[in-house]
């Protein structure tokens, strides 16, 4: 399925940020900072990635409801989709 742009602008922008969250991490590396301080860091990107990956699915979800109805969930596929973010 395709997305309208309009509905997936908040997850790019998180996931904008999270890139560049992820460069400050690899920039860290590269000039030597704690390793506990990189990890921090580097969790917090997993988790704002993570968060867009479930708003993304959600976002699919709800658009399928809107536009086809609750029968055209395909709930393997659904299940699939989650099961990739875990």
């Given at each position: 399925?395709?997305?309208?742009?309009?509905?997936?602008?908040?997850?790019?922008?998180?996931?904008?940020?999270?890139?560049?969250?992820?460069?400050?991490?690899?920039?860290?590396?590269?000039?030597?900072a704690?390793?506990?301080?990189?990890?921090?860091?580097?969790?917090?990107?997993?988790?704002?990635?993570?968060?867009?990956?479930?708003?993304?699915?959600?976002?699919?979800?709800?658009?399928?409801?809107?536009?086809?109805?609750?029968?055209?969930?395909?709930?393997?596929?659904?299940?699939?989709?989650?099961?990739?973010?875990?």
């Amino acid at each position: 399925m395709q997305l309208d742009a309009d509905d997936v602008k908040a997850v790019t922008t998180r996931l904008k940020r999270a890139h560049g969250h992820l460069a400050s991490v690899i920039r860290m590396l590269e000039e030597g900072a704690e390793c506990e301080d990189a990890l921090t860091q580097l969790a917090a990107v997993n988790k704002a990635i993570n968060r867009g990956g479930y708003a993304l699915v959600a976002t699919g979800l709800h658009q399928c409801l809107v536009e086809e109805g609750p029968d055209s969930v395909d709930t393997k596929k659904l299940e699939k989709l989650f099961l990739a973010l875990a």
